[in-house]
């Protein structure tokens, strides 16, 4: 397990190769530390859900929305509302259109995403180029954990790279908003 801080020169570079190599990252977000991967590595997302105690779809994170639009089935009724969540950092659970995303992050054909307005997220997908998993930090039915040290002691041997941010203030998760043919519901 590697451990670097975000604002240490080497920290991008460092979480770019992490990624390319199918690596498991411990990163944080604009709300909370959140854990990924690299969108196709299948087995570091069944290590993540394994780590967490768990089998559920797991969200994306993405530089910026056209980089998924022709993959998504979005209501038009409901574009605007979708930007403005988009905007403040929340995650949308839309439909996709057949194959575009992987089934083990999926789920009845629905797939979470959000655009992060964290600074250091916004440089590393903005170099990435591509989607990268993201769930809190935490064993299900846990408090995520909010400090680099708490995620070394709980899951240091499993994650290869924490960007250490620091102790983030305890804030809630990002909140989660799900796009029916019909209708939009919020479940966080």
Do not use: W
Not at 78 to 99: A, H, L, P, R
């Amino acid at each position: 397990m590697k451990r670097i801080k975000i604002n240490h020169p080497d920290a991008i570079k460092e979480t770019l190769l992490a990624l390319a190599n199918n690596q498991v990252v411990a990163y944080p977000t604009d709300t909370i530390y959140g854990i990924g991967t690299d969108i196709e590595n299948i087995e570091g997302i069944k290590k993540i859900n394994l780590l967490k105690n768990r089998k559920a779809p797991m969200s994306i994170i993405i530089h910026n929305f056209e980089e998924i639009t022709e993959k998504l089935i979005i209501p038009s009724q409901f574009k605007n509302q979708m930007n403005n969540i988009i905007k403040n950092g929340d995650t949308c659970i839309v439909e996709y259109k057949s194959g575009a995303f992987s089934e083990i992050i999926t789920q009845d054909k629905k797939i979470g995403f959000r655009v992060p307005n964290y600074p250091f997220l916004i440089k590393l997908l903005s170099l990435y180029k591509k989607p990268i998993t993201t769930t809190s930090i935490n064993t299900t039915g846990q408090e995520p954990l909010n400090s680099p040290d708490e995620i070394k002691k709980m899951f240091g041997n499993d994650i290869d790279l924490i960007l250490d941010a620091g102790i983030i203030k305890k804030s809630s998760a990002s909140k989660i908003y799900v796009f029916g043919k019909n209708s939009i519901s919020q479940i966080r």
